[in-house]
């Protein structure tokens, strides 16, 4: 079972509309949660990364949250622009350990 | 400005040829990773290194082999390509730790 799961799969909103993703995980000892955009066909750039102690992290229009109690993270987009269309990957890492779980992305198109 | 970059965009190679990819870092990171992603799959470990000539199996470490003669660089090695090894690569590199983890603009390999 994967130890990171984001939903929605996909989704598709109007330009201007805000929109949350979800992502949920079990890795532990938990050490950090990062958030990255990936634009198709380009490797992943880092949005946000959270520790343990930190409730929400904003990054432009971009702002996440982690509840680590719960195990879960939101990545909200306020004002989409056409521009947010891409992959937006949830990753966990556990302390001790370099290796990384990944989610398998949140899939989002915004449409004019 | 950390700088993660690979030899190919894209590749096509036949059945059975060696392949090689390459992948450059300019920020002394310690740690290099090796993932392949394949659509609803999400990002995937083949291998990682966390110093020079020392390697690590990720998740799908078969029908690949890895190089790492000096810190910079990390190579993936396929010894006999087959198709169902055609996928999107994704090199990146890390410090340590609870830091950023940094990617590679890809390398789109097709094996026919």
């Known amino acids: 079972k994967n130890q990171v799961e984001q939903s929605p799969q996909s989704l598709i909103i109007l330009e201007g509309k805000n929109c949350t993703l979800q992502?949920?995980?079990?890795?532990?000892?938990?050490?950090?949660l990062r958030w990255y955009k990936q634009d198709t066909g380009r490797g992943p750039v880092s949005l946000t990364i959270?520790?343990?102690?930190?409730n929400t992290k904003s990054n432009g229009r971009y702002t996440a949250t982690l509840d680590a109690d719960t195990k879960q993270s939101s990545l909200h987009i306020t004002a989409s622009q056409l521009s947010d269309s891409a992959s937006y990957i949830c990753?966990?890492?556990?302390?001790?350990?370099?290796?990384?779980?990944f989610g398998k992305g949140n899939q989002v198109v915004v449409i004019p | 400005d950390v700088k993660v970059t690979q030899s190919s965009r894209y590749l096509v190679k036949r059945t059975g040829e060696k392949v090689f990819l390459e992948c450059v870092q300019d920020m002394d990171h310690e740690n290099m990773f090796w993932y392949r992603q394949d659509p609803g799959l999400g990002l995937r470990l083949i291998y990682f290194s966390y110093d020079v000539k020392m390697k690590e199996k990720g998740d799908i470490p078969e029908g690949y082999s890895v190089s790492r003669e000096k810190k910079e660089r990390f190579s993936l090695i396929l010894e006999s390509a087959s198709t169902n090894q055609t996928s999107m690569y994704l090199c990146?590199?890390?410090?340590?730790?609870?830091?950023?983890?940094?990617f590679g603009p890809g390398t789109r390999l097709t094996v026919t």
């Open positions: 992502c949920n995980y079990t890795v532990s000892p938990f050490s950090n």
């Open positions: 990146a590199s890390l410090l340590g730790q609870g830091t950023e983890q940094y």
């Open positions: 959270m520790t343990f102690s930190e």
């Open positions: 990753v966990v890492s556990a302390r001790g350990n370099n290796r990384l779980a």
